[in-house]
T-cell receptor
Framework: EAGVTQSPTHLIKTRGQQATLRCSPI?????VYWYQQALGLGLQFLLW???????NRGNFPPRFSGRQFPNYSSELNVNALELEDSALYLC?????????????FGPGTRLLVL | GEDVEQSLFLSVREGDSSVINCTYT??????LYWYKQEPGAGLQLLTY?????DMKQDQRLTVLLNKKDKHLSLRIADTQTGDSAIYFC???????????FGKGTRLHILP
């Protein structure tokens, strides 16, 4: 069974640009979660999508947004990139009813903003 | 506000027990989690405990919860080199709420 996949693995952008990160959940999983792991800040919850709808979001500005598609894959968009957006962005998926108890994580997309 | 604190580093000799500690501020926390992040192997949920429990044991892992002190610990018995990783403590108020992570404790195994 394929795990959670993310693309691209690495992304280099400059300040002010937009970044789009993609995530494909495990087959059958309808919930997708996004996290940011920045140096010195640890792991921070970004967004949670459940069956196409945003269910919750962390303390991030509105320029962090995303969506979940009918096939449950998800996209994270970061507009007006800032240097401090450089981080590893992790996606996870789970069965809807399991929520946090059984999340499976992807390998992450490393975003570098120059 | 919500906050989860944990020490950044821990060194333990191979074969000894490791105890990773965590404190949280939100007394409403219902779910408490331990995640493990290994280089090149991603992040994985190790175990979790509900706030109505004091202890949970799973093979070499023991989770202890002191609700009065808002203190959570993860004990790894017979620590092995494969246990070398960053361990994150996390909490959420409900299954529908966001999850808050600590900054992670890097566990280093000494030969």
């Amino acid at each position: 069974e394929a795990g959670v996949t993310q693309s691209p693995t690495h992304l280099i952008k400059t300040r002010g640009q937009q970044a789009t990160l993609r995530c494909s959940p495990i087959s059958g999983h309808t919930s997708v979660y996004w996290y940011q792991q920045a140096l010195g800040l640890g792991l921070q919850f970004l967004l949670w999508y459940d069956e196409g709808e945003e269910r919750n979001r962390g303390n991030f500005p509105p320029r962090f947004s995303g969506r979940q598609f009918p096939n449950y894959s998800s996209e994270l968009n970061v507009n007006a990139l800032e240097l401090e957006d450089s981080a590893l962005y992790l996606c996870a998926s789970s069965l809807r009813q399991d929520r946090w108890e059984t999340q499976y994580f992807g390998p992450g997309t490393r975003l570098l903003v120059l | 506000g919500e906050d989860v604190e944990q020490s950044l580093f821990l060194s333990v000799r191979e074969g000894d027990s490791s105890v990773i500690n965590c404190t949280y501020t939100d007394s409403s926390s219902t779910y408490l989690y331990w995640y493990k992040q290994e280089p090149g192997a991603g992040l994985q949920l190790l175990t979790y405990i509900f706030s109505n429990m004091d202890m949970k044991q799973d093979q070499r892992l023991t989770v202890l919860l002191n609700k009065k002190d808002k203190h959570l610990s993860l004990r790894i018995a017979d620590t092995q080199t494969g246990d070398s990783a960053i361990y994150f403590c996390a909490e959420s108020i409900s299954r529908d709420d966001k999850i808050i992570f600590g900054k992670g404790t890097r566990l280093h195994i000494l030969p």
